[in-house]
């Protein structure tokens, strides 16, 4: 892959990695200005599970957090963009669309055609 073109993924990836971590801290910042303290019982389950959807997103975005972090290790040891499954070079459209992918497009689609036969 060009150098011109890894540049321009590792700064989405680096930009992708400072959005999840502001989100993470606006969550938890604004989790904690909440008054809980709601007398009435479906205010308080309206605020808890609002609470609890906030958090599944956050859980979600902590593990691309770690793809991400992964795929900025790949672009520093040279191994981005090769398919962990073949060793082919991925495609660079997939590689811009999802850029912390590890699988090439044949292999992905092979190792979920085992997934869904199971």
Do not use: W
Request: glycine fraction near 4%.
């Amino acid at each position: 892959m060009l150098d011109k073109k890894l540049e321009k993924i590792k700064i989405r990836l680096e930009e992708l990695q400072t959005e999840i971590i502001g989100e993470s801290d606006e969550t938890v910042h604004g989790m904690q200005e909440e008054s809980t303290l709601y007398p009435d019982p479906n205010d308080r389950a309206s605020l808890e599970t609002e609470h609890i959807n906030n958090l599944r997103i956050r859980d979600r975005e902590r593990k691309l957090l770690g793809k991400v972090e992964e795929a900025l290790e790949r672009i520093e040891k040279k191994t981005f963009g090769y398919c962990e499954e073949c060793g082919q070079e991925i495609d660079e459209k997939r590689l811009l669309i999802r850029p912390v992918t590890t699988y090439c497009i044949i292999c992905k689609e092979s190792l979920e055609a085992v997934e869904n036969n199971n």
